[in-house]
């Protein structure tokens, strides 16, 4: 009855953030962001039914796409994209094909649910088990995977979860440190997810949040911080030296969507369509003022800015 009642919970929770999260939003932004326009879905699914009739015989040869880096750093948007292209099945966290309360199933049954699939490639995004990037692109599948790596301006980044999630990184940081197994918040995040987290965390990100003042930390504070230990795995798995890995900045993929996406569309072997990038509305820098984030925290965030910007290769699009 406990485990029921916490699920109770957890759902009325997600509920009232996403309620509060439409208050400040608007809820257009949220019928957009949890693609939630039943019209829309109905169009997509009409034309992937019609693509897996026009194709027989795909399967096994699904190529698998994992989309993968910290949550509100444009995941989203990349997933509006290729929901458009009939080619493409898409796994969400969400999905039970593939997930258990935002996390994968066993590799096995990931593996088995990708060679089932009649599709030409089968995105799926684990982000909160990006740190398992290499596992996954070993998964074992006759075609390849690919993976995508997106990441967003730290201070755009904060603005977006802090809007979003409230306080929730800086209380997973701070569990973490402090060795517990759950937030002290009510709405915080699960047990499950503190000790996803902390699995995915090297010594030296570690070492890092250790160093901090936590009980002087603010919810931005947090967000950066995780910001910075999280997309630090990008580097200390090597995704930078391998080609079967996308670096994609959100930044410039709103500023040039058409050239952003095409970069990004020969490392995932798909043609270019321009229906890819139909959805995202071109923008340039925005002029607010840098977040005042504690020094140690700024700096950490400033230079690992600066190593993702200097990434070059096959399929980056993140200058």
């Known amino acids: 009855m406990s485990a029921m009642r916490e699920r109770w919970r957890r759902w009325v929770v997600r509920v009232r953030r996403h309620l509060g999260w439409a208050?400040?939003?608007?809820?257009?932004?949220?019928?957009?962001?949890?693609?939630?326009?039943?019209?829309?879905?109905?169009?997509?699914?009409?034309?992937?039914?019609?693509?897996?009739?026009?194709?027989?015989?795909?399967?096994?040869?699904?190529r698998p796409v994992f989309l993968l880096g910290v949550q509100r750093?444009?995941?989203?948007?990349?997933?509006?994209?290729?929901?458009?292209?009939?080619?493409?099945?898409?796994?969400n966290e969400n999905d039970a094909r593939a997930f258990v309360?935002?996390?994968?199933?066993?590799?096995?049954?990931?593996?088995?649910?990708?060679?089932?699939d009649p599709h030409g490639h089968v995105l799926l995004k684990p982000l909160a088990e990006s740190h398992r990037a290499i596992e996954?692109?070993?998964?074992?599948?006759?075609?390849?995977?690919v993976a995508i790596w997106a990441w967003r301006d730290v201070d755009d980044r904060v603005r977006s979860a802090v809007s979003k999630f409230g306080p929730n990184n800086l209380l997973t940081i701070q569990a973490i440190v402090r060795g517990e197994t759950r937030s002290i918040s009510v709405d915080g995040p699960s047990q499950e997810m503190i000790e996803l987290v902390r699995s995915g965390l090297s010594q030296d990100a570690m070492a890092f949040i250790g160093s901090l003042d936590l009980d002087?930390?603010?919810?931005?504070?947090?967000?950066?911080?995780?910001?910075?230990?999280?997309?630090?795995?990008?580097?200390?798995?090597?995704?930078?030296r391998r080609e079967d890995v996308a670096l994609v900045s959100y930044d410039r993929m709103v500023?040039?969507?058409e050239d952003t996406m095409r970069a990004l569309c020969r490392t995932v072997d798909v043609a270019f369509d321009p229906t890819l990038v139909?959805?995202?509305?071109?923008?340039?820098?925005?002029?607010?003022?840098?977040?005042?984030?504690?020094?140690?925290?700024?700096?950490?965030?400033?230079?690992l800015t600066a190593r993702?910007?200097?990434?070059?290769?096959?399929?980056?699009?993140?200058?």
């Open 308 to 319: 993702l910007r200097s990434v070059r290769g096959p399929g980056v699009a993140t200058t």
């Open 255 to 257: 500023r040039d969507p």
């Open 136 to 145: 996954l692109l070993a998964i074992g599948t006759p075609s390849p995977p």
């Open 23 to 62: 208050r400040r939003e608007g809820v257009g932004r949220l019928i957009e962001e949890d693609q939630l326009d039943p019209r829309q879905r109905r169009r997509m699914a009409a034309a992937r039914r019609a693509w897996v009739d026009a194709h027989p015989g795909v399967a096994p040869a699904a």
């Open 216 to 240: 002087g930390m603010d919810a931005e504070a947090g967000a950066a911080a995780f910001w910075y230990v999280r997309n630090l795995a990008y580097f200390e798995l090597g995704l930078d």
């Open 278 to 303: 139909a959805h995202i509305e071109r923008r340039g820098a925005t002029d607010r003022p840098a977040l005042r984030l504690p020094a140690a925290i700024r700096t950490a965030c400033d230079e």
């Open 73 to 91: 750093s444009g995941t989203n948007m990349l997933v509006r994209g290729f929901e458009t292209s009939p080619a493409f099945d898409v796994a």
């Open 101 to 116: 309360r935002f996390r994968l199933r066993p590799l096995e049954e990931v593996r088995a649910f990708i060679e089932q």
